[in-house]
């Protein structure tokens, strides 16, 4: 059964290609949930005046995520952390802490696209991908250094100095 796509399915193909499926699941998985029409004249020249829309979107979106991908990609965060010997930091740096960061800085990117496999755990400079498009990629430059120790100033026990006041 042949049917076209009105949006992109994993694994099948991109919105407005004409694909080949099986018949049950175009007819009762595809069309159903509205992601396929069957192949006829009129569903064609409908798909193909989306398609040129389409284009024109996408060169626009284009545009906007290749100013965006340049813009991350000047971007340098710099977190302080508390670190023991051999530059091992007590916590880590995941990407909660680079999506704050990034908010902070006014870049709304949603936490699921920063592409950190694992947290950061050690002092130092590192780059990480940040998926802007399907294909798209920016990447964020982090610098972690170790936290100044400013309980130093107030006494080793990190307590406050006693005052008159009770």
């Known amino acids: 059964m042949k049917v076209i796509l009105k949006q992109d399915v994993e694994k099948l193909g991109r919105r407005g290609e004409v694909v080949n499926v099986a018949p049950g699941f175009g007819r009762n998985y ?9 192949v006829t004249a009129t569903n ?14 996408v060169e626009v979106e284009r545009k906007t995520f290749q100013t965006l991908v ?60 940040v998926k802007v498009s399907t294909d798209d990629r920016a990447e964020v430059k982090i610098v972690v250094v170790r936290e100044e120790a400013e309980g130093a100033a107030a006494g080793e026990t990190g307590q406050e100095p006693a005052s008159g006041k009770s």
């Open 30 to 38: 595809l069309i159903p949930r509205k992601m396929a029409l069957a």
């Open 70 to 129: 340049q813009k991350l990609n000047e971007v340098s965060l710099t977190f302080a952390r508390r670190a023991g010997d051999k530059d091992v930091i007590f916590g880590s740096v995941s990407s909660g802490d680079v999506k704050e960061a990034l908010d902070a800085l006014g870049y709304d990117i949603d936490k699921k696209k920063i592409q950190l496999d694992e947290p950061i755990k050690r002092l130092g400079n590192f780059a990480v991908p």
């Open 44 to 57: 064609l020249k409908t798909i193909d005046i989306e398609r040129q829309a389409l284009k024109k979107k």
